[in-house]
């Protein structure tokens, strides 16, 4: 009498649950990058050099603090002004102004970049996408 049609499928529908939440935690991603660009498109400083400005924001989901080692990948000659080393307490949420450079005449228009944050005990890499923008012409 136990085993009624009924019990049974409350009990794999349980079961389903507690296995689809077992592989949701299971395959959580330890962190969160976003790029928030500056309102400005771009700006010339002295010299020439053109400069876009962005906010990184790193969420660490993890209990335990971690170190993060910011870098920038491009096909273009583009440089990262942005601390080496970014250090997140646990469950800490980062917000970090960083700025990307060019020199004088070497993007011209829009180029794609990514940003990679990598986990230095880890080694886990999350990247993200963004856009730097130059003048057309000089």
Do not use: C, W
Request: glycine letters at 8%; charged letters at 20%; hydrophobic letters at 50%.
């Amino acid at each position: 009498r136990l085993l009624r049609p009924r019990v049974l499928v409350y009990g794999a529908l349980l079961l389903l649950l507690v296995g689809g939440i077992a592989v949701g935690v299971g395959l959580r991603k330890p962190l969160i990058v976003d790029v928030i660009r500056d309102r400005q498109l771009y700006r010339e400083v002295a010299g020439g050099t053109v400069e876009n400005a962005y906010t990184l924001r790193l969420v660490n989901k993890d209990a335990q603090a971690h170190s993060f080692v910011l870098a920038l990948d491009s096909r273009a000659p583009l440089q990262l002004a942005a601390p080496a080393m970014l250090q997140a307490g646990p469950e800490e949420v980062l917000t970090v102004p960083v700025t990307v450079r060019a020199a004088p005449g070497a993007v011209k228009g829009g180029v794609d970049l990514r940003f990679q944050v990598r986990d230095a005990r880890t080694g886990v890499v999350v990247s993200e996408k963004a856009r730097f923008f130059a003048p057309v012409s000089p």
